[in-house]
């Protein structure tokens, strides 16, 4: 049964672009395909589900179709990938339905509503595959639908530079995964998974490393690990809005999905310097990715450079897990991989539920600039509710789903001070500090984004005519924003399960005695709480409007309000390090020295990464391609005597191999 | 028997949180050969405020009014995570001291939107500001947590208490000093007293959570100042938990329950002296040599942490 609604659920997904093509004939029958994708979704919702909480196995090969083996299993641990992508999946769809034809028309719409179901289909056999052609098949056509998808909206010069720097890094770290894949081939007799698992026990320990490296370089190119960032604030911002809630969301935990089934499912752990390079990597992902966040100011660069941040963190508990199975600690390692899944799950809940409201914020003001919003929760009161409700559990506050995936976090890194050796006793510790650190600059940067977006007065007239978007999209939006305090108040139906998964990962039983209360405690505190509100709700019942005080001045204006520049400005003056801001002013005089006309004053964050890094990179690449052009003479006899030296070549290699 | 004694302490920590107030702004004046005002005065100024109406600026939305409400209701929520009469708490053994932490910021992030609702510059100055030293000072309190938390193989705060209890004050590890020298500096930072905020400035420049406050009035400026009060009692009651808490009623004997709030009281008293000393002999810092103050607190809660490697 499970099985069966597996198969039609890829089935569906995979037909709905020929289905769209039949029925785009009749306007009656036009909002059929959008209605079958929402179901697929549904069923595929249900699939994952019941795999992820009972522990159903699926099987589907595909082998007799192509030439290399193709199959598909579900595990758990594709299961909950399965789950993200198809929870996710649906809420998207049904905002889509009235964003699509707000938006688009006609052939665009099709296309849209095509390549949708073709980049959830690609995600899906990633997660899903059991053999190496299968999933990087997958791998490659998610990039190439999810470039389309931004191609819908029109490809200017600047976008396609955009779509360019994201085609291109994609497929240098897909290089290094199949690199990866391919590496494993002199050990294992195929490229399915159980035999990569064999070999992978069997391999020698250098080679072990190499494959390490490169698919923490491949999957963090995907998940947008620090200094792989460059290609998420460039190419999520550009795509329409359910799309870059799907990107953000969804597609960077196939990369988080691929390091775990390498990681610990194939390798099970490594040494222990791995997990403290990927604790590495996800601290300096975490504290800049929310640094840069809090300098921006357009609404989807800012949830895009903060998806850079919470990769961070997976990685911080990724790294963790790995510390731990190095040092024979394995339920601990439970919590830190419990953990570090579970804030995935977390972010792919509230990140594309304010994608979406970002979306629905640009539909009701034509902009995202948040310097030109302001006052939109009086007028939005749904989409601002709901947004409030994203913002306060991506920066993890209690009773809501965030704070769960962070408190084990904390709890294993504080569990790391009883591991033998000062450096790992010492180190995970202080990685409590970092993680610390950036939720607090996380809150710090999201009561940038809502007090000035939906508070307060409007700063445009779009922004002061502002109305509630569609119901469908408040019903995706809300559907969200329940699941995201669902988890915050119940973790234990989350956590149960993906405890069993981890159990079956890492091949231990039970757990320490930490995970547990927090799930109990957590109904307490919330009862509490609101016990308190009502009771002091009661306090104060006379109410009078009046206008802001304003120092004696006849009126304020949306200008004197504290702008976003200005809120984020002693913490970019603290950071300034780590921004480099380039500073330019210009000031023209007129005739006397002390009245100028006109003063420009610019300031704009270099990407330090984009100077230091690639830009040496590219030159490189660029100059030997130059030089590598002098073979091509473009003369006949020059390329006869290439064929004849080549021809020698192999003879003698042939000769003496 | 516990379970009376948990809801009691949480309740006198949240009744006597104005008086802490009252008897620094008392010594404080007497320090500055002023008479001062009544150690009773700020519930006067509580139930004087009460009783007004309740003011909102007409591009506030409805989070205007919910922001002082739900301030209050965490920050009480969190008062009953802290020990004070014996080594046990409401939420003690099941509420460990990240919650405690974060329910405190619940309570920031609301007041923080609260401020940027009214409209005017000084709700985002405040905000912005407050930001600042938030987003420095959450680090270093969590560290010095963690430090003793390691020392004492629990994260509750009832087990951290314990374990202090049971140990000789003459041998506690090095690594207490580091945590209570990090964490007084954060309280000085989390609570707005002098030299990182002056709680009794309307100056444009100096002002942190005046400024946030400046658009409310009567009964929600009221949970305001009572939510401030409780979490500046909670945070010396913390300190003293967690570095000073011999005296507590390890016993129910009925002694020991005389005891224990005498002690609390003394030791509280003793605080809110230190407190109106220091805010008396020092100046404000200014806004951006704050940053410098969190990182002293930082350093010393990240050797707090090392030395707990170093010295077991």
């Given at each position: 049964m499970v099985q069966l609604a597996f198969n039609s659920f890829l089935t569906v997904l995979l037909l709905l672009p020929a289905a769209i093509l039949l029925c785009r004939r009749s306007s009656r029958t036009r909002a059929l395909p959008s209605l079958l994708f929402l179901l697929a979704l549904l069923v595929g919702t249900f699939v994952a589900g019941m795999s992820f909480w009972r522990g159903d196995r699926l099987a589907l090969d595909l082998?007799?179709?192509?030439l290399f083996p193709f199959a598909f299993a579900v595990d758990r641990l594709s299961a909950f990938f399965l789950l993200i992508i198809c929870a996710v999946g649906a809420p998207v769809a049904l905002f889509s339905i009235p964003y699509v034809e707000r938006h688009y028309s006609g052939t665009k719409a099709d296309w849209m509503w095509a390549l949708l179901s073709l980049f959830l289909l690609s995600m899906s056999l990633v997660v899903t595959a059991s053999t190496a052609f299968a999933f990087l098949f997958g791998w490659e056509l998610m990039t190439l639908f999810s470039a389309g998808l931004i191609v819908i909206d029109g490809d200017s010069e600047r976008r396609r530079h955009n779509i360019f720097i994201y085609l291109v890094m994609m497929h240098a770290g897909a290089a290094a995964v199949f690199a990866s894949f391919l590496l494993f081939l002199p050990h294992a007799?195929?490229?399915d998974f159980v035999s990569i698992r064999a070999a992978a026990a069997t391999m020698p320990a250098g080679l072990r490393t190499a494959v390490f490296l490169l698919f923490f370089v491949g999957f963090g190119t995907k998940a947008g690990i620090?200094?792989?960032?460059?290609?998420l604030p460039k190419a999520h911002p550009i795509a329409p809005s359910p799309v870059s809630a799907l990107m953000s969301a969804v597609m960077l935990k196939t990369a988080i999905y691929g390091f775990v089934r390498f990681a610990?499912?194939?390798?099970?752990g490594g040494p222990a310097w791995w997990g403290y390079l990927i604790m590495l990597a996800g601290a300096v992902t975490g504290v800049l990715g929310i640094l840069y966040a809090l300098t921006e100011h357009d609404l989807k660069r800012l949830l895009a450079y903060s998806s850079v941040e919470n990769i961070g963190i997976i990685y911080l508990g990724l790294g963790a897990a790995l510390v731990f199975m190095a040092n024979n600690s394995p339920a601990w390692a439970m919590v830190a991989l419990v953990a570090a899944l579970l804030h995935a799950l977390n972010h792919s809940l509230f990140k594309s539920l304010l994608f979406l409201g970002a979306g629905a914020v640009s539909d009701a003001?034509?902009?995202?600039?948040?310097?030109?919003?302001?006052?939109l929760l009086k007028r939005m009161r749904v989409t601002g509710t709901v947004f409030l409700i994203g913002c306060c559990s991506i920066i993890g506050?209690?009773?809501?789903?965030?704070f769960v995936g962070e408190w084990l976090m904390f709890r294993s890194f504080i569990a790391?001070?009883?591991?033998?050796g000062i450096a790992s006793a010492a180190i995970l510790p202080l990685m409590a500090g970092v993680l610390a650190l950036i939720g607090a600059i996380a809150a710090a940067c999201f009561a940038k984004l809502y007090g000035v977006?939906?508070?307060?007065?409007?700063?445009?007239i779009a922004a002061e005519h502002a109305t509630e978007v569609a119901t469908a999209m408040q019903a995706a939006m809300a559907v969200l924003a329940a699941a995201c305090v669902t988890i915050g108040l119940m973790p234990g139906i989350v956590l149960s399960p993906l405890t069993a998964m981890a159990q079956e990962l890492l091949h231990s039983s039970g757990l320490p005695?930490?995970?547990?209360?927090i799930a109990h405690t957590l109904p307490f505190i919330a009862a509490c709480i609101a016990v308190l509100v009502i009771a002091v709700t009661g306090f104060r019942r006379i109410k009078r409007i009046t206008p802001t005080?304003?120092?004696?001045?006849?009126t304020l204006s949306s200008r004197m309000q504290y702008s976003s520049a200005a809120f984020s400005k002693p913490l970019r003056k603290v950071f300034a390090r780590a921004y480099k801001p380039d500073r330019t002013v210009e000031v023209l005089y007129?005739?006397?020295?002390?009245?100028?006309q006109s003063i420009v004053y610019r300031s704009v964050r270099t990407t330090s990464f984009e100077k230091s890094l690639y830009r040496p990179a590219v030159d490189a690449i660029v100059g030997m391609a130059a030089r590598l052009r002098?073979?091509?003479?473009?003369?006949v006899q020059v390329y006869l005597l290439y064929i004849f030296l080549a021809l020698i070549a192999l003879l003698v290699f042939m000769r003496f191999v | 028997m516990n379970l009376a004694l948990d809801v009691i302490q949480a309740l006198l920590l949240v009744a006597i949180a104005p008086l802490v107030r009252g008897v620094v702004a008392r010594v404080k004046a007497r320090i500055q050969n002023r008479r001062g005002a009544s150690v009773w005065r700020p519930y006067a100024d509580l139930l004087k405020l009460f009783r007004k109406q309740d003011l909102v600026p007409e591009?506030?939305?409805?989070l205007f009014r919910l922001a002082p409400v739900i301030l209050f209701a965490v920050t009480v929520t969190a008062a009953a995570f802290i020990p004070v009469?014996?080594?046990?708490?409401?939420?003690g053994a099941g509420g460990d001291f990240i919650l405690l932490v974060y329910l405190l910021a619940i309570g920031r992030f609301f007041l923080m939107l609260g401020a940027m609702d009214g409209g005017s510059s000084f709700g985002g100055m405040g905000a912005s500001r407050e930001a600042l030293v938030s987003a420095l000072a959450e680090a270093p309190l969590l560290l010095a947590l963690v430090s003793v938390a390691i020392l004492a193989h629990t994260v509750t705060m009832s087990g951290i208490v314990l374990s202090t209890v049971r140990q000789n004050p003459l041998h506690l590890s090095a690594v207490y000093g580091f945590a209570l020298g990090a964490m007084i500096l954060v309280a000085i930072a989390e609570t707005g007293?002098?030299?990182?905020?002056?709680?009794?400035t309307h100056l444009e420049l100096t002002m942190i959570h005046e400024a946030m406050v400046l658009e409310y009035s009567g009964p929600s400026l009221a949970l305001i100042e009572w939510a401030n009060a409780v979490k500046l009692a909670l945070i010396m009651a913390m300190l003293v938990g967690v570095f000073a808490p011999w005296g507590?009623?390890?016993?129910?004997?009925i002694a020991a329950l005389v005891l224990a709030p005498l002690a609390f009281v003394f030791k509280l008293a003793v605080l809110a002296v230190a407190i109106a000393v220091i805010e008396s002999s020092m100046a404000k810092l200014r806004m951006y040599l704050v940053p410098d103050f969190l990182g002293m607190a930082s350093a010393l809660a990240i050797l707090a942490v090392a030395f707990t490697a170093l010295m077991r």
């Open positions: 082998s007799w179709l192509t007799p195929g490229l620090v200094p792989f960032h460059l290609w610990f499912d194939f390798f099970g003001t034509h902009t995202l600039d948040i310097e030109l919003l302001g006052g506050l209690p009773l809501f789903n965030g790391g001070s009883e591991l033998p977006a939906f508070l307060g007065r409007p700063r445009s005695e930490a995970e547990i209360p005080w304003a120092c004696g001045l006849p007129a005739n006397e020295p002390y009245f100028p002098r073979l091509q003479t473009g003369n | 591009t506030a939305s409805g009469l014996h080594p046990s708490a409401l939420f007293r002098i030299p990182v905020d002056n709680p009794a507590m009623a390890t016993s129910t004997s």
